[in-house]
Nanobody, 117 residues
Framework: QVQLVESGGGLVQPGGSLRLSCVVS????????MGWYRQAPGKQRELVAD???????TYADFAKGRFTISRDNAKNTVYLQMNSLKPEDTAVYFC???????????WGQGTQVTVSS
């Protein structure tokens, strides 16, 4: 059974930082394209950042220079370090695993991030 469990969300003031974690079981993260997505109320889910099996990273324009995605293969965990947070970063953040070989996709349940003073 594949599970992606996100944690690390919460309430933070503008300018603050959070580190999200996605602990994965049932698959090997280094073999998957691992990504972080977010969905704000009334909006579509959007890509924040992803990291390939070859360690190539992609960032949405809003994430460049502020967010960093990383992977710990030994812990089978993916992280999203978020700095200089803004109120518009408020959303539910989801972890996604995609297999380029089989096209199978797995999602986590999401973690809420709220940026407010």
């Amino acid at each position: 059974q594949v599970q992606l469990v996100e944690s690390g969300g919460g309430l933070v003031q503008p300018g603050g930082s959070l580190r999200l974690s996605c602990v994965v079981s049932g698959i090997t993260v280094r073999l998957y394209l691992m990504g972080w997505y977010r969905q704000a109320p009334g909006k579509q889910r959007e890509l924040v950042a992803d990291i390939s099996s070859g360690d190539s990273t992609t960032y949405a324009d809003f994430a460049k220079g502020r967010f960093t995605i990383s992977r710990d293969n030994a812990k089978n965990t993916v992280y999203l370090q978020m700095n200089s947070l803004k109120p518009e970063d408020t959303a539910v953040y989801f972890c996604k695993a995609f297999s380029p070989r089989t096209s199978v996709t797995y999602w986590g349940q999401g973690t809420q991030v709220t940026v407010s003073s």
